[in-house]
Every structure is written in C-alpha cells, then in structure tokens.
C-alpha cells in the first residue's frame, strides 16, 4: 500500500506560479522507486484529465498539450518525493489536482485506470 499526501496548492493570480508537492509513504524508497508517478486535475463539472507523468528514475516524462511548456514533473526517489513546478497559470488551470502512483514498466500511462494509488487531492485556483 502506497499513501500519497499532496501539498502547496492555494489561490494565485495569472501568470503566476506554484509549486505541488506529493510525498508517498507506506513502502521502502526502494519499492516506490519503482512506481511511476503522474498528476491529474478535475475541474468541476469536467472530468478527471491527465496533466503530467514521470517514470522511475525521473529520465522521462510526458505532459498534456495544455501544459507542455508551463509545467514540469519531478522526483527524489531517496526523498519519496514528486512535484510539479507549474508556471504561467491561466485561469483554465483551476482544477483539484492529485498524485498518482503506477506500478507499470516501459510506459508513461496517461490514463487515470492505469494508476494504483491517488492522493486526496488539492485545490489550485488561478484568478483572472
């Protein structure tokens, strides 16, 4: 079992930035090493979309269309730690975000069925 916590979500205005964090506990560094990572967001009345994905050692990632560029996905696997670094916010960025974990190989999944464990979840609210 894999518990995911994110933090360092809030109220920012456009054009600003903001860091989330996702730390995971429950297994040994080196058994979540293992997972990849990825984060999602839920706008209300929308469904579920995939933001960002990183594999085990952080060498590759993958990104939505709507956030190449603006966003980026990181990781400690000593620090059992993954983040996302979002910049230029647009008001359209607004949306619960959440951290997933997926015990796959040789792929980014995109898809929110692919991923054994999720966070709670966290609000990041962009102002116009």
């Known amino acids: 079992q894999v518990q995911l916590v994110e933090s360092g979500g809030g109220l920012v205005q456009a054009g600003g930035s903001l860091r989330l964090s996702c730390a995971a506990s429950g297994r040994s560094s ?45 990781r400690d696997n000593a620090k059992n730690m993954v983040w996302m670094q979002m910049n230029g916010l647009k008001p359209e960025d607004t949306a619960v975000y959440s951290c997933a974990a997926a015990n796959v190989v040789g792929y980014l999944p995109t898809g929110g069925s692919l991923y054994d464990y999720w966070g709670q979840g966290i609000q990041v609210t962009v102002s116009s």
Do not use: C, H, L
């Open 30 to 74: 080196s058994t979540y090493s293992t997972y990849y990572m990825g984060w999602f967001r839920q706008a209300p009345g929308k469904e579920r979309e995939f933001v960002a994905a990183i594999n085990w050692s952080g060498g590759s990632t993958k990104y939505a269309d709507s956030v190449k560029g603006r966003f980026t996905i990181s």
